[in-house]
């Protein structure tokens, strides 16, 4: 039995955004590049994320439309940076209401804070 199903020609777009973004790994990918963290090594230690489970979450992501790949040099070597698209991009309202809904409607952990929306053009 599949884990989950191919909703990619559903007539439902509810159902074909899922198709996308129904891994919870997908959104938090978006939020950290949306804060200029697009480097493999940055999203894997600020998301505590296995390397394997990353590289194929950022593959489909950039096969998706998400994200795309811009090169740069570090150490004598060249190396790619995750920058969204404008795909990627247009999830940043979601981003804010389901940040806002998590604020209204889940349990702030004892060491916690409340995260504050900021706009920077």
């Not at 439902?12 to 996308?20: A, G, I, K, M, T």
């Amino acid at each position: 039995m599949p884990l989950r199903s191919d909703w990619s020609l559903d007539l439902c777009p509810v159902r074909r955004s899922l198709d996308v973004l129904g891994d919870p790994w997908v959104l938090v990918i978006v939020r950290d590049v949306l804060h200029g963290n697009g480097r493999f090594d940055g999203l894997r230690d600020n998301l505590g994320i296995s390397e394997a489970v990353l590289s194929r979450r950022l593959r489909t992501m950039v096969e998706a439309g998400l994200l795309t790949t811009i090169d740069y040099r570090r150490g004598g070597r060249t190396r790619q940076r995750y920058v969204l698209t404008q795909a990627g991009a247009d999830l940043l309202p979601l981003l804010q209401q389901l940040a806002i809904w998590g604020e209204k409607h889940t349990a702030m952990p004892d060491a916690g804070d409340h995260m504050a929306l900021i706009h920077e053009a």
